[in-house]
């Protein structure tokens, strides 16, 4: 799952797919009024053009000993400064509209057309196509310190009860849920063929490699 937002905030202008939809690898999936964020664009721009003018002056001034070097170097530093607000405007058009990173599915529509949304919020859950899918499981603190990488599961699915799916620990954090004390396993699966949606509903039983003698 992905959160997909826009890297400025601002108006919506579109919202070109709905939950549910299945959309294709760069398929634009919303897109901000771009008003503003032009403008931005433009006064960047002729700010650009001014320090471009200013330097050029100056170093023909430079050039006939009438400038000095200070002032040559502070006229060049203002140019420099006016380029990169130029590439942080352009930077910011062009994530000023989601586009799909991947095929996939939209899970879930966070915003609508004509809201105001802050610069990094959520616009869409993003489900990607993948064959990879990934079980999140909460365990103790007695049972995290035994479980290891690539130790065996065995997991049943509420959707598929008669069905019993292999999978491997593939991810483990390092840190405890703040309001559960619990710790996050990811274990890897293979749907063998199963239909698969993402939010379902899993049992597993890990067979850790860690061993004791008694």
Known sequence: EMRLSFKTGGIISSILVNEGDVVKKGQTLATLNLSEIN???????????????????????????????????NAKTALDYAKANVDVASFNLSYSTIAAPEDGTILKKLASENEIIAQGHPVFLFGKKSQNWLLKVNVTDKDAVLINHNDSVDITLDAHPKAILKGVVTERRKFADPYTGTFEIGISLNPQGLTLVSGLIAKASIQSQSRKEY
Request: proline share 0%; hydrophobic share 35%.
């Open 39 to 73: 403008a931005m664009l433009q006064q960047a721009k002729l700010g650009y053009e001014k320090a471009n003018r200013d330097y050029q002056r100056a170093l023909s001034l430079y050039n006939d000993s009438v400038a000095t070097l200070e002032q040559l170097q």
